[in-house]
């Protein structure tokens, strides 16, 4: 008997004969328009990393657990779905973050959403030492190109009085 359910299970296809399903444009865009405030992330170290724990520890690290939903997605990923663009914001802003001691790679999803983001992480990085007649937008900006892909800078020649380093975003 269980010779025949294991050949069964072996033999099962799970639909992937069938034929494709076509949606109507209008559930599509319904569906693209709910999660359209909606971060993925991926474990930098799966072995360590549970994905069902990270679902309810990333939130509330955050400080939006009971505004933010959480599930597992394909590819050993998790999607979080945010309120609002202001908190989803906020929290990539806020990054990087880390789960269980190792980090997390988070991106905001957008429709067809490509793996490949995942595998770079953005950091704010300080940097020293620049003379002060050196102190230009300009001049941090190529800095921070020089040492990734650079995103921002919050330096301002306007509202920097005192400079003991300048953070710069990078990829």
């Not at 663009?85 to 269980?100: D, I, K, M, Q």
């Not at 300080?126 to 050196?134: A, E, F, S």
């Not at 800078?153 to 300048?166: I, L, P």
Request: charged letters at 25%; aromatic letters at 10%; proline letters at 5%.
């Amino acid at each position: 008997m269980s010779d025949r359910i294991r050949k069964q299970l072996q033999e099962i296809t799970l639909g992937i004969e069938d034929d494709v399903v076509d949606l109507p444009h209008d559930i599509c865009a319904a569906a693209i328009e709910e999660n359209r405030y909606a971060l993925v992330g991926k474990p930098l170290n799966p072995r360590k990393q549970n994905l069902r724990e990270m679902l309810s520890a990333l939130p509330r690290l955050w400080g939006v657990a009971d505004e933010v939903a959480g599930r597992v997605i394909e590819h050993h990923r998790v999607q979080f779905l945010f309120p609002s663009e202001e908190s989803l914001l906020s929290v990539l802003r806020r990054g990087p973050w880390s789960f269980n001691e190792w980090m997390v790679s988070l991106q905001r999803w957008f429709p067809n959403h490509v793996d490949d983001g995942l595998e770079y992480m953005t950091f704010w990085i300080q940097v020293c030492g620049i003379p002060p007649q050196y102190l230009t937008q300009r001049v941090v900006t190529r800095i921070g190109h020089v040492l990734g892909q650079f995103i921002e800078t919050d330096f301002s020649v306007e509202g920097s009085h005192n400079v003991d380093y300048v953070r710069i975003h990078i990829l």
